[in-house]
């Protein structure tokens, strides 16, 4: 069978050298050097990294998102494969320069990978990855849509700024290629990619120098990843590729594979990829994603994790994740120098992320959590509900019991298991090393008291010496 066409365009054939700009190529800079820049402006943020090919013959990549022209708006799309069952830290930046795209008024495409998973990406891959059962991808693509479209939601809703945006869509490729056959697909689409280019990618010569090699199904990787481009611009008329530096090596695929079947111009653009502090890639694969689903990571532990970025990344940080003017950032930046011990720089970005993530509610529940946490808010614990309380806590043990008339503070105590029956337990209190609700007790034969001991919302928050939390919910009251 041949590949489908939807769409044909007329914009001139391919004439130039393929080349990547490292730094913003003369075009970008000449065409885009005001403040109302696009391109420019993500560059400055240090947002959008590369961009590729350089030169394109009848159009230019600046004039594609320049609203005087016919061109105006574009769309855009950037892909997601559902390894997992929810997004991560690490896609965030891809996410941001969707929102800024369709921000400035241009089409947004989020794909998720139904199909495309199965394979698995090698790019930025020592090994290959492990294999994913068909029921568990398409249950992955489901989060996956579904955390797209709440992220999508919270953008339109909480940080809107006047402006007419463009179209969020969200699509998932096993939409075309469940009807593909395999030997019509590849005679179709396999005789317009040479080997050599294909194996000339960075990754691909990576893994084929490792000592496990690299797969067929690996290596067919890049030639869906194109197609998925070539069909995206004929259905959709998707001129622009989004995706991490990692991804180098697919989109050119994709522009080559486009060029050769349509002669059309196509381009790419590439966001940096977010480390560790060790310099490992973020994402499951290094095993230390912070997860955007809160059932895998908790608003407060996404509001932890920006809160503690040291110093020296909290400004690029505050570029790279969130949408404030960077004029706002500098004056962030200039008042945290006179106080750097109120990591305001840190505090604003927690915040802006953990909203975009969970929305106002979630951004609530982190501070209710921090306050509780850090700061022994009784307030905070009173109006904390359990699934707070759960996240919170989640190395607690949760224990829910009625009130007995009489309930001591070692009965409590010894109910959840907190402490060892004997004079062991009874010593652990009166020599201080027991607290319940922030308040340390030292009388084990003490009543339990509704408002000191009892909140407002049946908690008992018993700690045993510095770490050890045990979490008593007391039933009708």
């Known amino acids: ?82 390894t997992a069952d929810s997004l991560h830290v690490g896609h965030l930046l891809a996410l941001l320069g969707l929102f800024h795209l369709q921000r400035a008024g241009h089409n947004v495409i989020a794909l998720v990978g139904g199909a495309t998973a199965r394979l698995g990406d090698p790019s930025g891959c020592t090994k290959e990855r492990e294999a994913l059962e068909t029921d568990s991808v398409r249950a992955n693509a489901r989060a996956l849509r579904l955390g797209l479209e709440a992220l999508a939601a919270n953008h339109q809703q909480l940080f809107t700024d006047g402006r007419s945006w463009g179209r969020f869509t969200v699509l998932d490729n096993s939409a075309w290629y469940q009807k593909q056959h395999l030997v019509d697909f590849l005679a179709a689409v396999g005789g317009h990619f040479r080997m050599g280019t294909l194996l000339s990618r960075q990754s691909v010569q990576l893994r084929l120098k490792s000592a496990e090699g690299m797969s067929l199904a690996e290596f067919f990787y890049q030639v869906l990843q194109a ?49 560790s502090t060790t310099g490992a890639k973020l994402g499951k694969s290094a095993g230390n994603a912070v997860w955007l689903n809160r059932d895998k990571t908790s608003p407060f532990e996404l509001y932890q994790f920006f809160v503690r970025q040291p110093d ?77 309380l759960k ?31 004997g004079p062991r337990g009874y010593r652990m209190i009166t020599e201080g090393g027991v607290s319940i609700n922030h308040r340390q007790v030292t009388n084990p034969e003490s009543v339990l008291v509704v408002g000191q001991h009892i909140l407002k919302n049946g908690l008992s928050l018993l700690k045993i010496g510095k770490r050890n939390f045990y979490i008593i919910k007391w039933l009708q009251l």
Not at 19 to 46: D, E, M
Not at 236 to 259: A, K, P
Not at 395 to 410: I, K, Q, Y
């Open 1 to 82: 069978m041949a590949a489908p066409i939807f769409r044909s365009f007329s914009w001139g054939h391919w004439s130039g050298t393929l080349k990547l700009s490292v730094f913003l190529p003369l075009g970008l800079r000449k065409a885009h050097s005001g403040p109302q820049g696009l391109l420019a402006a993500q560059k400055a943020r240090g947002l959008f990294k590369d961009f590729f090919p350089e030169t394109g013959t009848k159009i230019e990549l600046p004039e594609l998102f320049d609203p005087g022209t016919a061109s105006f708006p574009q769309t855009i799309y950037c892909g997601f494969d559902p």
């Open 227 to 275: 197609y998925d481009f070539y069909y995206l611009f004929q259905r959709y008329g998707c001129r622009v590729q989004l995706g991490g530096s990692d991804q180098l090596g697919n989109i050119m695929s994709g522009y080559e594979f486009i060029n050769k079947l349509t002669g059309e111009d196509v381009f790419g653009i590439t966001v940096p990829l977010i480390t």
């Open 391 to 421: 996240e919170l806590f989640k190395e607690a043990p949760f224990s829910e019991f009625f009130l007995d008339p009489g309930t001591s503070v070692l009965d409590s105590c010894c109910k959840a298991n907190a402490i060892p029956d």
């Open 312 to 388: 020296d990344s909290a400004e690029r940080y505050l570029k790279l994740f969130t949408f404030l003017p960077l004029p706002e950032i500098d004056h962030i930046m200039q008042l945290h120098v006179k106080e750097p011990e109120r990591r305001g720089p840190q505090k604003r970005l927690a915040a802006e992320v953990t909203k975009l993530v969970h929305g106002r509610e979630g951004l609530d529940s982190a501070k209710r959590c921090t306050q509780a946490l850090y700061h022994s808010s009784i307030d905070a614990l009173e109006v904390m509900s359990d699934q707070e």
